[in-house]
Structures are given as C-alpha cells and as structure tokens.
C-alpha cells in the first residue's frame, strides 16, 4: 500500500524531504540554466533533455513538458538516468543508430 502524499512530483509526501522543484525551463534553446538544472537540448517543442542535480545526485533528464497558465512544466512521461545508466546508454549509441539502420 502507497503512503498518502508520496507523489511522483511534488513532494516529500512528509517524510521531512522538501517538495520538488517545477520551475519550468525557458523557451531560449539549448544550455539554459533552471533552478533544476541545464537544459542541453530542445528535442521538440514540448520534449527536453536536462542535466540536473537531484538529492545529490547528477542525472539526465529527459521529459515531455506541458503548458498551463503560461507556464511550461514537467509531465510523468520521461526518464531520469543516473551517471552509470548514461554511461550504458552513451556506450551503446553506435549499436542503436545500427539497429534503425536495420529496421528502416
């Protein structure tokens, strides 16, 4: 059974950690800075790729975005990878640009 209050985004849900952030990263492009972290690339108009520190951790963000109030901010739809899961990733771009060759 889930603990009430223990969202995916915004917050703690009580357990003494402070809620997330959701300042929404500009429309400038690439390498702007948030409170979040850096937004390194604009993939689509609503998709962003972000380098962030979360809980003391460095991770990679990549996440849909939504509009609401003239606000741009984050949606459940994406994925943080930590270093060592980027690194993975990263390692093995070259086997997946084949594997699209393949399949196209």
């Not at 300042?23 to 409170?35: L, M, N, V």
């Amino acid at each position: 059974m889930g603990l009430k209050g223990n969202k995916r985004f915004g917050g703690g849900g009580g357990r003494g950690q402070p809620p997330a952030k959701r300042q929404a990263a500009g429309k400038d492009g690439p390498s702007e800075e948030t409170d979040d972290g850096i937004v390194v690339a604009q993939i689509s108009k609503n998709k962003r790729v972000a380098v962030r520190n979360w809980n003391g951790k460095v991770m990679v963000d990549m996440r849909e975005f939504y509009e609401k109030d003239g606000k741009s901010l984050p949606t459940r739809k994406g994925i943080s990878l930590s270093m060592d899961q980027w690194k993975i990733l990263r390692d093995n771009i070259e086997a997946i640009d084949e594997a699209i060759k393949e399949n196209t």
